[in-house]
């Protein structure tokens, strides 16, 4: 991809799992669709040191509405990685 | 290639054609009689590539019946040991597993016809016999993009299980085969991996089950209509590209206890694999719409729990017997199936539903 601005050609970088392309003349960033908020997002953690309570989606899920041989990671942050969710995207569509 | 089909696919008969359709193609008329746990896998590809040629065959004759002006999108959609599905335009064909039951597939066929806005309609209400095969035609019908799971339509399955739940079974229906299915996986398991470590902890959390999810004795519920295999592969939108979203694959329907059509993706939230927002919000579209599998409202595991487990463990019998036959490790998913079978034996299964 070229920089839209000096024309020279643009690298992508991932940091913490957002895409960005950086132009490697003028140093220009170009951000896709959703990243900027991806952006936000991350940055927002950053800045909240300890996040005094879980946000609102997980509140919804009560612990004890999961079985107790469920996985321990239940509470919102589970391993749904993209790695991951390529294996088990498969198993989503077989007996 | 179009996106796998779960075990089904909708497949689609002309009338014309349908009853006298047989022309050229050998009939066999009994079923040969070895038990469904011995048919093994030299057996069944032995007969694939005659079945499929004459699966396409037939199937585009069928479509060609059809419409006069046919674009002939032709695509073999799934060939499996236990399925063969080939498309030709809108009209697909389903060759069911060796060991179907003839009078129980035209059973759940004509159900599956008496379900109109819940299942997809089949084109023929009877099966056809096809190189010692039973095969059936459907409409074709849109799957799930099986690129993007997160675009699956949890609502719409929910909301066609509530409905599916909540319609009285038509008196001659088999009963559901989800348990049936899990204990062949486990008996293959126990057969291909006897020494794999992942082994004793699945079924050691199989053999903790009651015995009707092990298959071994009657459901405690002989009156729900259950679609008994419920997976994104069984949703389609019919009539393609955007209809609404309908049931396929009607292999394992029957009656028994709702809650194992739930249970799949139970399992996957259990099991840490599906993220909880995906699950809930299955769960509630599931009792928005009344369906009966789990209590209005309150905690839903008792009534999940029994069929959670047995899903897991049956997904992780496949995963483990599977990666056996392919000489590899698991991976990380297949680890967290047997993972979670290794934790259910510190606690007992719920108790039989009241």
């Given amino acids: 991809m070229q920089c839209p601005k000096c024309h020279a050609p643009m690298h992508t970088y991932n940091r913490n799992g957002v895409q960005i392309e950086q132009c490697s003349g003028c140093r220009g960033i170009f951000l896709d669709y959703g990243e900027l908020e991806s952006l936000t997002r991350l940055e927002a953690q950053w800045s909240q040191p300890a996040p005094p309570a879980p946000p609102a989606a997980p509140q919804a899920y009560p612990a004890a509405q999961a079985p107790a041989w469920g996985a321990p990671q239940h509470g919102g942050h589970g391993h749904y990685g993209h790695h991951r969710q390529k294996s088990f995207g498969r198993m989503l569509f077989s007996s | ?354």
Avoid: N
């Fill in chain 2, 1 to 354: 290639m179009p996106a796998q089909l779960g075990s089904c696919a909708g497949i689609a008969f002309p009338r014309a054609a349908s009853g006298g359709q047989h022309g050229g193609i050998p009939h066999r008329t009994g079923r040969h009689g070895g038990s469904p746990h011995l048919r093994t896998l030299t057996h069944v590809t032995t007969d694939v590539p005659a079945l499929l040629t004459a699966l396409t065959a037939r199937v585009r004759q069928a479509a060609h019946a059809r419409t006069a002006a046919c674009p002939c999108g032709a695509a073999t959609l799934a060939d499996r040991p236990d399925a063969t599905v080939v498309r030709h335009g809108g009209t697909v064909a389903k060759a069911h597993p060796a060991d179907a039951d003839h009078a129980e597939l035209s059973l759940r066929v004509t159900a599956a016809a008496r379900l109109p806005g819940v299942f997809l309609p089949p084109l023929a209400p009877a099966p056809a016999d096809l190189h010692g095969r039973l095969v059936t035609y459907w409409p074709y019908g849109t799957p799930v993009d099986p690129e993007d799971p997160d675009a699956a339509p949890w609502e719409s399955a929910a909301t066609l299980l509530a409905r599916l739940h909540r319609t009285p079974a038509p008196a001659a229906v088999p009963p559901m085969r989800g348990p049936a299915k899990a204990a062949l996986a486990v008996a293959r398991l126990r057969d291909t991996a006897p020494g794999h470590p992942a082994t004793g902890p699945v079924l050691a959390a199989w053999a903790a089950l009651p015995a009707w999810a092990r298959g071994a004795a009657a459901m405690p519920d002989p009156t729900t209509l259950c679609h008994g295999d419920l997976h994104l592969g069984q949703l389609v939108r019919h009539p393609a590209p955007a209809g609404p979203w309908l049931l396929i694959d009607v292999d394992d329907l029957g009656t028994g206890v709702p809650a194992w059509d739930l249970a799949r993706p139970a399992a996957w939230y259990a099991c840490g694999l599906l993220p909880p927002e995906q699950w809930h919000r299955f769960l509630t579209a599931y009792r928005a719409r009344g369906g009966p599998a789990v209590p209005a409202d309150g905690d839903p595991w008792p009534a999940l729990d029994v069929p959670a487990r047995a899903l897991t463990a049956q997904t992780a019998a496949r995963a483990v017997t599977k990666a056996v036959l392919a000489d590899r490790p698991l991976d990380e998913v297949e680890h967290a199936l047997v993972d979670a079978c290794a934790r259910m034996a510190a606690v007992r299964p719920a108790a039989p539903r009241g």
